[in-house]
């Protein structure tokens, strides 16, 4: 089985503090993604990868920045983390194909800035 | 730009009731459409996906979802409702980049 792990599934951070989100996928998938999910919102993606070394912005990147340097690992990074990030992030992966690839999910974390 | 919206954020049915959810998006080239579910506490797992070959597709328990270009709709059913489908159903479309850009979510309650 496909599997996306997760670093934490609780997180409790300071406003100010910088925080490390990371996933891991066992798949040899190229394609690595992070949404955020929030209540009525739905779930949008902030950062994405198509390969090592390589980001892409999604439609909320404002705050965050992320690293690829190994093909399985992809680490979110909020750089001062604020109140309005209190949210649960979700990473995801999948092989780069032609489009209709299926989304592998980790199971979150639910991360608290106070 | 595509984007993805699901008409009704709560929906309750009864067991053994027909289950609608439903989903339009908006895209300016063929879609890749997909319906997730995501049970209390998990990740979100693939539920079906469509990606031209057939237009009514069936899903994983039972699901399935009919593309409609002319509508633009992609609605999810289920024939017969079972408690054990209370889960939150999340519609996307994606690009042939690969990325998919979810809707809000509809979040579905199953009474006894």
């Known amino acids: 089985d496909v599997k996306v792990t997760q670093s934490s599934r609780y997180l409790v951070k300071r406003t100010g503090e910088k925080v490390f989100l990371e996933c891991v996928q066992d798949?040899?998938?190229?394609?690595m993604f992070w949404y955020r999910q929030d209540p009525g919102l739905g779930l949008r993606l902030i950062y994405f990868s198509y390969d090592v070394k390589m980001k892409e912005k999604g439609d909320i990147p404002e705050g965050y920045s992320v690293s690829r340097e190994k093909k399985e690992r992809f680490s979110l990074i909020l750089e001062s983390a604020s109140t309005n990030q209190t949210s649960m992030y979700l990473c995801?992966?999948?092989?780069?194909?032609?489009?209709?690839?299926?989304?592998?999910f980790g199971s979150g974390t639910q991360l608290s800035v106070l | 730009a595509q984007s993805v919206t699901q008409l009704g954020s709560h929906v309750s049915v009864s067991e053994g009731a027909l289950v609608l959810l439903r989903c339009n998006y908006s895209?300016?080239?063929?879609?890749?459409l997909f319906w997730y579910v995501q049970y209390p506490n998990q990740g979100l797992q693939l539920l079906l996906k469509y990606t031209s070959a057939a237009t009514l597709v069936k899903g994983i328990n039972g699901f399935e979802a009919e593309f409609k270009k002319s509508e633009t709709s992609f609605h999810l059913t289920k024939p017969s409702a079972h408690m054990s489908d209370a889960a939150e159903y999340f519609c996307?479309?994606?690009?042939?980049?690969?990325?998919?850009?979810f809707g809000q979510g509809t979040e579905l309650s199953v009474k006894p």
């Open positions: 895209s300016s080239v063929p879609p890749y």
């Open positions: 995801a992966s999948s092989f780069h194909g032609g489009g209709g690839e299926k989304l592998f």
């Open positions: 996307a479309v994606s690009d042939q980049g690969g990325k998919l850009i």
């Open positions: 798949m040899d998938h190229e394609n």
